[in-house]
């Protein structure tokens, strides 16, 4: 299964003007959990003193995140980097709408080859590494551009099936998770930590996410429509009612995925500090 076609087919209904853009962040920031683990680390970083940073939101996709990150800190200066160019022409279009342009940059960059000497106080990679091979020259990468004291905020899918892989029972049947684009099927919690201290890092604090309330919230919020939504379009004129009757139940379930402490979760947050 793939998200790319769906994001797509989103996005020409939810870019037609920003008010509906920013109602698309506003929803996906709900029904999200990683989205609710984000905010949480962000709101956080900010109670302990980060209140002006030079960000780097590293493969931004359509925005949501940096959006997010420029309303909470609105006196930072945010570089978006991404590797599509229709996105980035389409995320700097609606950041000049909302008259954002001179706080928030959407440019190209390879994460492989990417770095800017201690220039940033925050990176932030959202669902990014697990689809780079080359994820240890990333994180080198990462650390030679932040600044003395920044942290680098990830989040990721864990080997406990963070991509739905040990759902199925067949890999030579073809099926190798629930999204087809990924380079691996998750991170080991202390093989991703190790790999942040090669690179450099100083500490690495992680924990895991989308622990038994995260996986249910998961499935009814977005594997079950985006299913349904892959197999057929007309999906889309029920959406809204789907959601009427389920969102209770996955904010619920959101709310104490993010506040409780799980043993092992599909996801992983991991903070490195430089």
């Avoid at 279009?93 to 000497?117: C, N, P």
């Avoid at 680098?152 to 030579?172: K, M």
């Avoid at 004129?237 to 104490?256: H, K, M, Q, S």
Wanted: with cysteine; proline share 4%.
């Amino acid at each position: 299964m793939q998200y790319d076609p769906i994001k797509r087919s989103l996005g020409k209904v939810f870019n037609q003007n920003p008010t509906l853009r920013k109602l698309f962040y506003l929803l996906l920031d709900w029904l999200l959990l990683r989205s609710w683990h984000i905010r949480k680390e962000l709101r956080a970083l900010k109670k302990n003193g980060l209140q002006q940073p030079s960000i780097l939101d590293a493969g931004s996709g359509f925005g949501q995140y940096t959006y997010r990150m420029s309303r909470l800190f609105p006196q930072a200066k945010i570089l978006a980097a991404d590797i599509k160019p229709e996105q980035i022409a389409d995320c700097n279009r609606f950041f000049e709408k909302i008259d954002k342009a001179g706080q928030v940059k959407f440019q190209y960059a390879d994460l492989t080859q990417y770095k800017s000497e201690a220039s940033y106080d925050l990176v932030l990679s959202i669902d990014v590494m697990e689809h780079i091979e080359e994820d240890t020259r990333v994180f080198e990468n990462f650390y030679q551009s932040m600044k003395k004291g920044g942290v680098l905020l990830i989040s990721t899918p864990s080997d406990q099936g963070g991509s739905d892989v040990h759902d199925h029972d067949h890999e030579e049947e073809g099926v190798h998770g629930f999204v087809d684009e990924h380079v691996r099927d998750g991170y080991n919690i202390q093989d991703i930590a190790d790999k942040l201290k090669a690179a450099g890092f100083s500490r690495v604090d992680a924990r895991y996410s989308y622990g038994a309330p995260g996986k249910i919230s998961w499935k009814l919020s977005m594997k079950y429509p985006i299913l349904m939504l892959g197999a057929n379009k007309l999906f889309f004129v029920l959406l809204p009612f789907y959601y009427l009757i389920v969102f209770p139940l996955a904010a619920l379930l959101n709310y104490f995925d993010v506040n409780l402490k799980h043993p092992t979760g599909t996801g992983l947050i991991v903070k490195a500090y430089k």
